[in-house]
């Protein structure tokens, strides 16, 4: 199983980024997929989350008019698209996923999902 993040980088505030995460090794479309991140110092937190028929999309209260997820079946990818960069945002976003046989709700839990790739950076200058 490999899911492969990318699209992050150094940015200046306000601007927008598309971080992008490849699915392999699974069956995609059995999967709810995840976004989190983490900055240094920081617990790990949950960004947006989408279900495996793209039927429902969370995305955490705090970023709720900035951060958006979708994902494309056809080509097993998953992205989120983060507009108005705030250097608060700053920090190493990963893409999980997981089983819908643990469970049809989408979850904003870290330990409810089953597979997570390697991350990407997103550093935001002010």
């Known amino acids: 199983v490999q899911l492969q993040a990318s699209g992050g980088g150094l940015v200046q505030a306000g601007v927008s980024l598309r971080l992008s995460c490849a699915a392999s090794?699974?069956?995609?479309?059995?999967?709810?997929m995840g976004w989190f991140r983490q900055a240094p110092g920081k617990e790990r937190e949950f960004v947006a989350a989408i279900s495996w028929s793209d039927s429902n999309r969370y995305v955490a209260e705090f970023l709720r008019g900035r951060f958006t997820i979708s994902r494309d079946k056809a080509k097993s990818m998953v992205y989120l698209q983060m507009n108005s960069l705030k250097p608060e945002d700053s920090a190493v976003y990963y893409c999980?996923?997981?089983?819908?046989?643990?469970?049809?709700?989408?979850?904003?839990?870290?330990?409810?999902?089953?597979?997570w790739g390697q991350g990407t950076q997103v550093t935001v200058s002010s």
């Open positions: 090794g699974i069956t995609f479309n059995q999967y709810h």
């Open positions: 999980a996923a997981e089983s819908i046989a643990d469970s049809t709700y989408l979850s904003a839990y870290a330990r409810a999902y089953d597979f």
